[in-house]
């Protein structure tokens, strides 16, 4: 079955980096969508950033923009997120999903919300804070 497994997340500095990875298993990454989101403490989840590998499409979140950067590593069955200029309203636990098949057309519509989504990771932890 289908699993995804995120990775990565830690305690750092503001200004500082982490990057994230969300290895997947039981499908190719070939074709498919996936996202990273991410939820505070008594906030709703927010979406961050999508790669849709059979389109070669990415959006990214306007919060994230120009300081985060997705990418698929095809040999580790990886989405990898680099995050860079982290600042402390950053601090969340990190998700990543897999879209929706039947969404992948549409994912410049759809992307954003997570119900959307089929599958999901445990989350890791990101704390930006000095």
């Known amino acids: 079955q289908v699993q995804l497994a995120e990775s990565g997340g830690g305690l750092v500095l503001p200004g500082g980096s982490l990057r994230l990875s969300c290895e997947v298993s039981g499908v190719t990454l070939d074709g498919n969508a996936i996202g990273w989101f991410r939820q505070a403490p008594g906030q709703e989840r927010e979406a961050i950033s999508l790669i849709n590998n059979g389109h070669g499409t990415i959006y990214y979140a306007d919060s994230v923009k120009g300081r985060f950067t997705i990418s698929t590593d095809n040999a580790r069955s990886s989405v990898d997120l680099q995050m860079n200029s982290l600042k402390p309203e950053d601090t969340a636990k990190y998700y990543c999903?897999?879209?929706?098949?039947?969404?992948?057309?549409?994912?410049?519509?759809?992307?954003?919300?997570?119900?959307?989504?089929?599958?999901w990771g445990q989350g890791t932890q990101v704390t930006v804070s000095s």
């Open positions: 999903g897999m879209l929706s098949k039947n969404l992948r057309i549409w994912a410049n519509q759809y992307w954003s919300k997570a119900d959307s989504y089929d599958y």
